[in-house]
């Protein structure tokens, strides 16, 4: 069943992008695909449609159907389903792709699936022949609400996550919630602690709608689900406009949690702990911190352990890790935001605002893993 479409633009000048949200629309991502790049119905379309093989039935199946039936010559490749498939190995086989597909520069490349294929995708995009352009569908909770909006784009490194990359805006994002009907509990629940995250850094009345509309989360009704992306699309677009290549400090907000969220993930072992499940705890970390420094009233940490823990998060750091504390500072000394060993960490002042804080001894930081 489908219902009207909703679009947020994400407003960066020349690399503006329309984002159209809806329930049941993905069969028309062919006419939108001509649409955002302003191809009359008679121009040829190539397109290569990357994609994952949990995800190619029926999603990009019916991804490539719609593409088809505007006169697009497509041809889609399914990568292995896991974070594994985001390697440069990867990414080269899919450069080969590309080359036998006789794509030119005005050949496109669109990414449907989960956060991994839409980070691999955009960036063959962004490297293959200086630059294809790029269409998202994405198909998890956490890449319609953060990967596919903003233009981070990157494989990883033997040696870290994501350290190989590069900003590639797409053309447009299609979200169709209704290809969340076949995701995992687990992995929609990792979305669910990105959208929380939206409303203690920027948006209190989000927060209070969350908390209000709890039932709905977990059934995963569409309207919900509608304003669910919907707002947070809104809200990353915001930041993305206000400080696209992150060099303002402000998208640096959407790292709330990811601190410690980091470490816990490496050390339970990539794939153990999602990285939603990770920030979900990372987020109460962060806020008990904010609570130590007198930033933030402890009520406030525990109105968000209420609601992650209402649509099934964890909140509480994996006993196993209580006592690894130098190998959590040294996770905590590989993320992006530290500065010549200063850790820096985002922190609440309130619900729905956070600052950015240097500074602060490790005693304290690692205080906080447990509760009082
Ligand atoms: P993912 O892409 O691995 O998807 C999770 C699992 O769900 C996979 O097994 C996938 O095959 C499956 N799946 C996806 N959609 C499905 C569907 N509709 N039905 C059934 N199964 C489905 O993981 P993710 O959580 O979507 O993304 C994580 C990745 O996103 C990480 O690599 C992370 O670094 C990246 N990320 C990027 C940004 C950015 O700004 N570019 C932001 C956040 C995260
Ligand atoms: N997910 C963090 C960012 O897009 O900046």
């Given at each position: 069943?489908?219902?009207?479409e909703?679009?947020v633009?994400v407003?960066?000048?020349s690399r503006?992008?329309?984002?159209?949200?809806?329930?049941?629309?993905?069969?028309t991502?062919?006419?939108?695909?001509?649409?955002?790049?302003?191809?009359?119905?008679?121009?040829?379309?190539?397109?290569l449609?990357?994609?994952?093989?949990?995800?190619?039935?029926?999603h990009?199946?019916?991804?490539?159907?719609?593409?088809d039936?505007?006169?697009?010559e497509t041809?889609?490749?399914?990568?292995n389903?896991?974070?594994?498939?985001k390697?440069?190995?990867?990414?080269?086989?899919?450069y080969?792709?590309l080359?036998?597909?006789?794509?030119?520069r005005k050949?496109?490349?669109?990414?449907?699936?989960?956060?991994?294929?839409g980070?691999?995708?955009?960036f063959?995009?962004a490297?293959?022949?200086?630059?294809?352009?790029?269409?998202?569908?994405?198909?998890?909770?956490?890449?319609?609400?953060?990967?596919s909006?903003g233009?981070?784009t990157?494989?990883?490194?033997?040696?870290?996550?994501n350290?190989?990359?590069?900003?590639?805006?797409?053309?447009?994002?299609?979200?169709?919630?209704?290809t969340?009907?076949t995701l995992p509990e687990r992995?929609?629940?990792a979305?669910?602690?990105?959208v929380?995250?939206?409303?203690?850094?920027?948006?209190?009345?989000?927060?209070?709608?969350l908390?209000?509309n709890?039932?709905g989360?977990?059934?995963?009704?569409?309207?919900?689900?509608r304003?669910v992306?919907a707002?947070?699309?809104e809200?990353?677009a915001?930041?993305?406009?206000?400080d696209?290549?992150?060099?303002k400090?402000?998208?640096?907000?959407?790292n709330?949690?990811?601190?410690?969220?980091h470490?816990?993930?490496?050390?339970?072992?990539?794939?153990?702990?999602l990285?939603?499940?990770?920030?979900?705890?990372?987020?109460?970390c962060?806020?008990?911190?904010?609570?130590?420094?007198?930033?933030i009233?402890?009520?406030?940490?525990?109105?968000?352990?209420?609601l992650l823990?209402?649509?099934?998060?964890?909140v509480?750091?994996?006993?196993a890790m209580?006592?690894?504390?130098?190998?959590?500072?040294?996770?905590?000394?590989?993320?992006?935001?530290?500065?010549a060993?200063?850790?820096?960490?985002?922190l609440?002042?309130?619900?729905?605002?956070?600052?950015?804080i240097?500074?602060?001894d490790?005693?304290?930081?690692?205080?906080?893993l447990?509760?009082?």
């Open positions: 069943m489908s219902s009207p909703q679009t633009q407003d960066l000048a503006s992008y329309d984002i159209s949200i809806g329930h049941g629309h993905l069969g991502i062919g006419s939108l695909t001509r649409s955002w790049l302003q191809l009359a119905d008679e121009q040829p379309l190539k397109c449609i990357i994609t994952d093989t949990n995800v190619m039935q029926p990009a199946t019916a991804a490539k159907q719609s593409l039936a505007v006169g697009a041809r889609v490749i399914a990568v389903a896991g974070e594994g498939a390697s440069l190995q990867e990414a080269s086989d899919l080969d792709q080359v036998d597909f006789r794509a030119d050949t496109i490349v669109m990414a449907v699936g989960g956060g991994v294929v980070d691999l995708a955009g063959v995009a490297t293959y022949a200086r630059g294809l352009r790029f269409i998202q569908a994405p198909t998890t909770l956490l890449a319609m609400v953060d990967s909006v233009g981070k990157g494989v990883n490194h033997p040696k870290g996550k350290l190989i990359g590069a900003f590639h805006q797409p053309a447009g994002v299609l979200i169709d919630t209704a969340m009907e992995e929609y629940r979305g669910l602690a990105e929380i995250k939206y409303g203690v850094i920027l948006d209190v009345e989000f927060f209070d709608w908390e209000q709890i039932d989360l977990n059934r995963r009704d569409p309207d919900v689900m304003h992306v707002r947070s699309c809200l990353k915001w930041v993305v406009r206000e696209e290549y992150e060099t400090g402000l998208r640096a907000v959407l709330y949690g990811h601190t410690y969220a470490a816990f993930e490496a050390l339970s072992g990539y794939g153990q702990l990285h939603g499940e990770a920030v979900s705890i990372g987020m109460i962060g806020s008990r911190l904010a609570a130590r420094l007198g930033r009233n402890s009520s406030d940490t525990e109105r968000q352990a209420k823990t209402a649509v099934g998060l964890p509480e750091v994996p006993s209580h006592d690894q504390h130098d190998a959590i500072l040294n996770c905590m000394l590989l993320d992006k935001k530290t500065v060993g200063d850790l820096k960490f985002v609440p002042d309130r619900i729905g605002h956070v600052e950015t240097g500074g602060i490790s005693d304290t930081v690692l205080a906080c447990a509760g009082d």
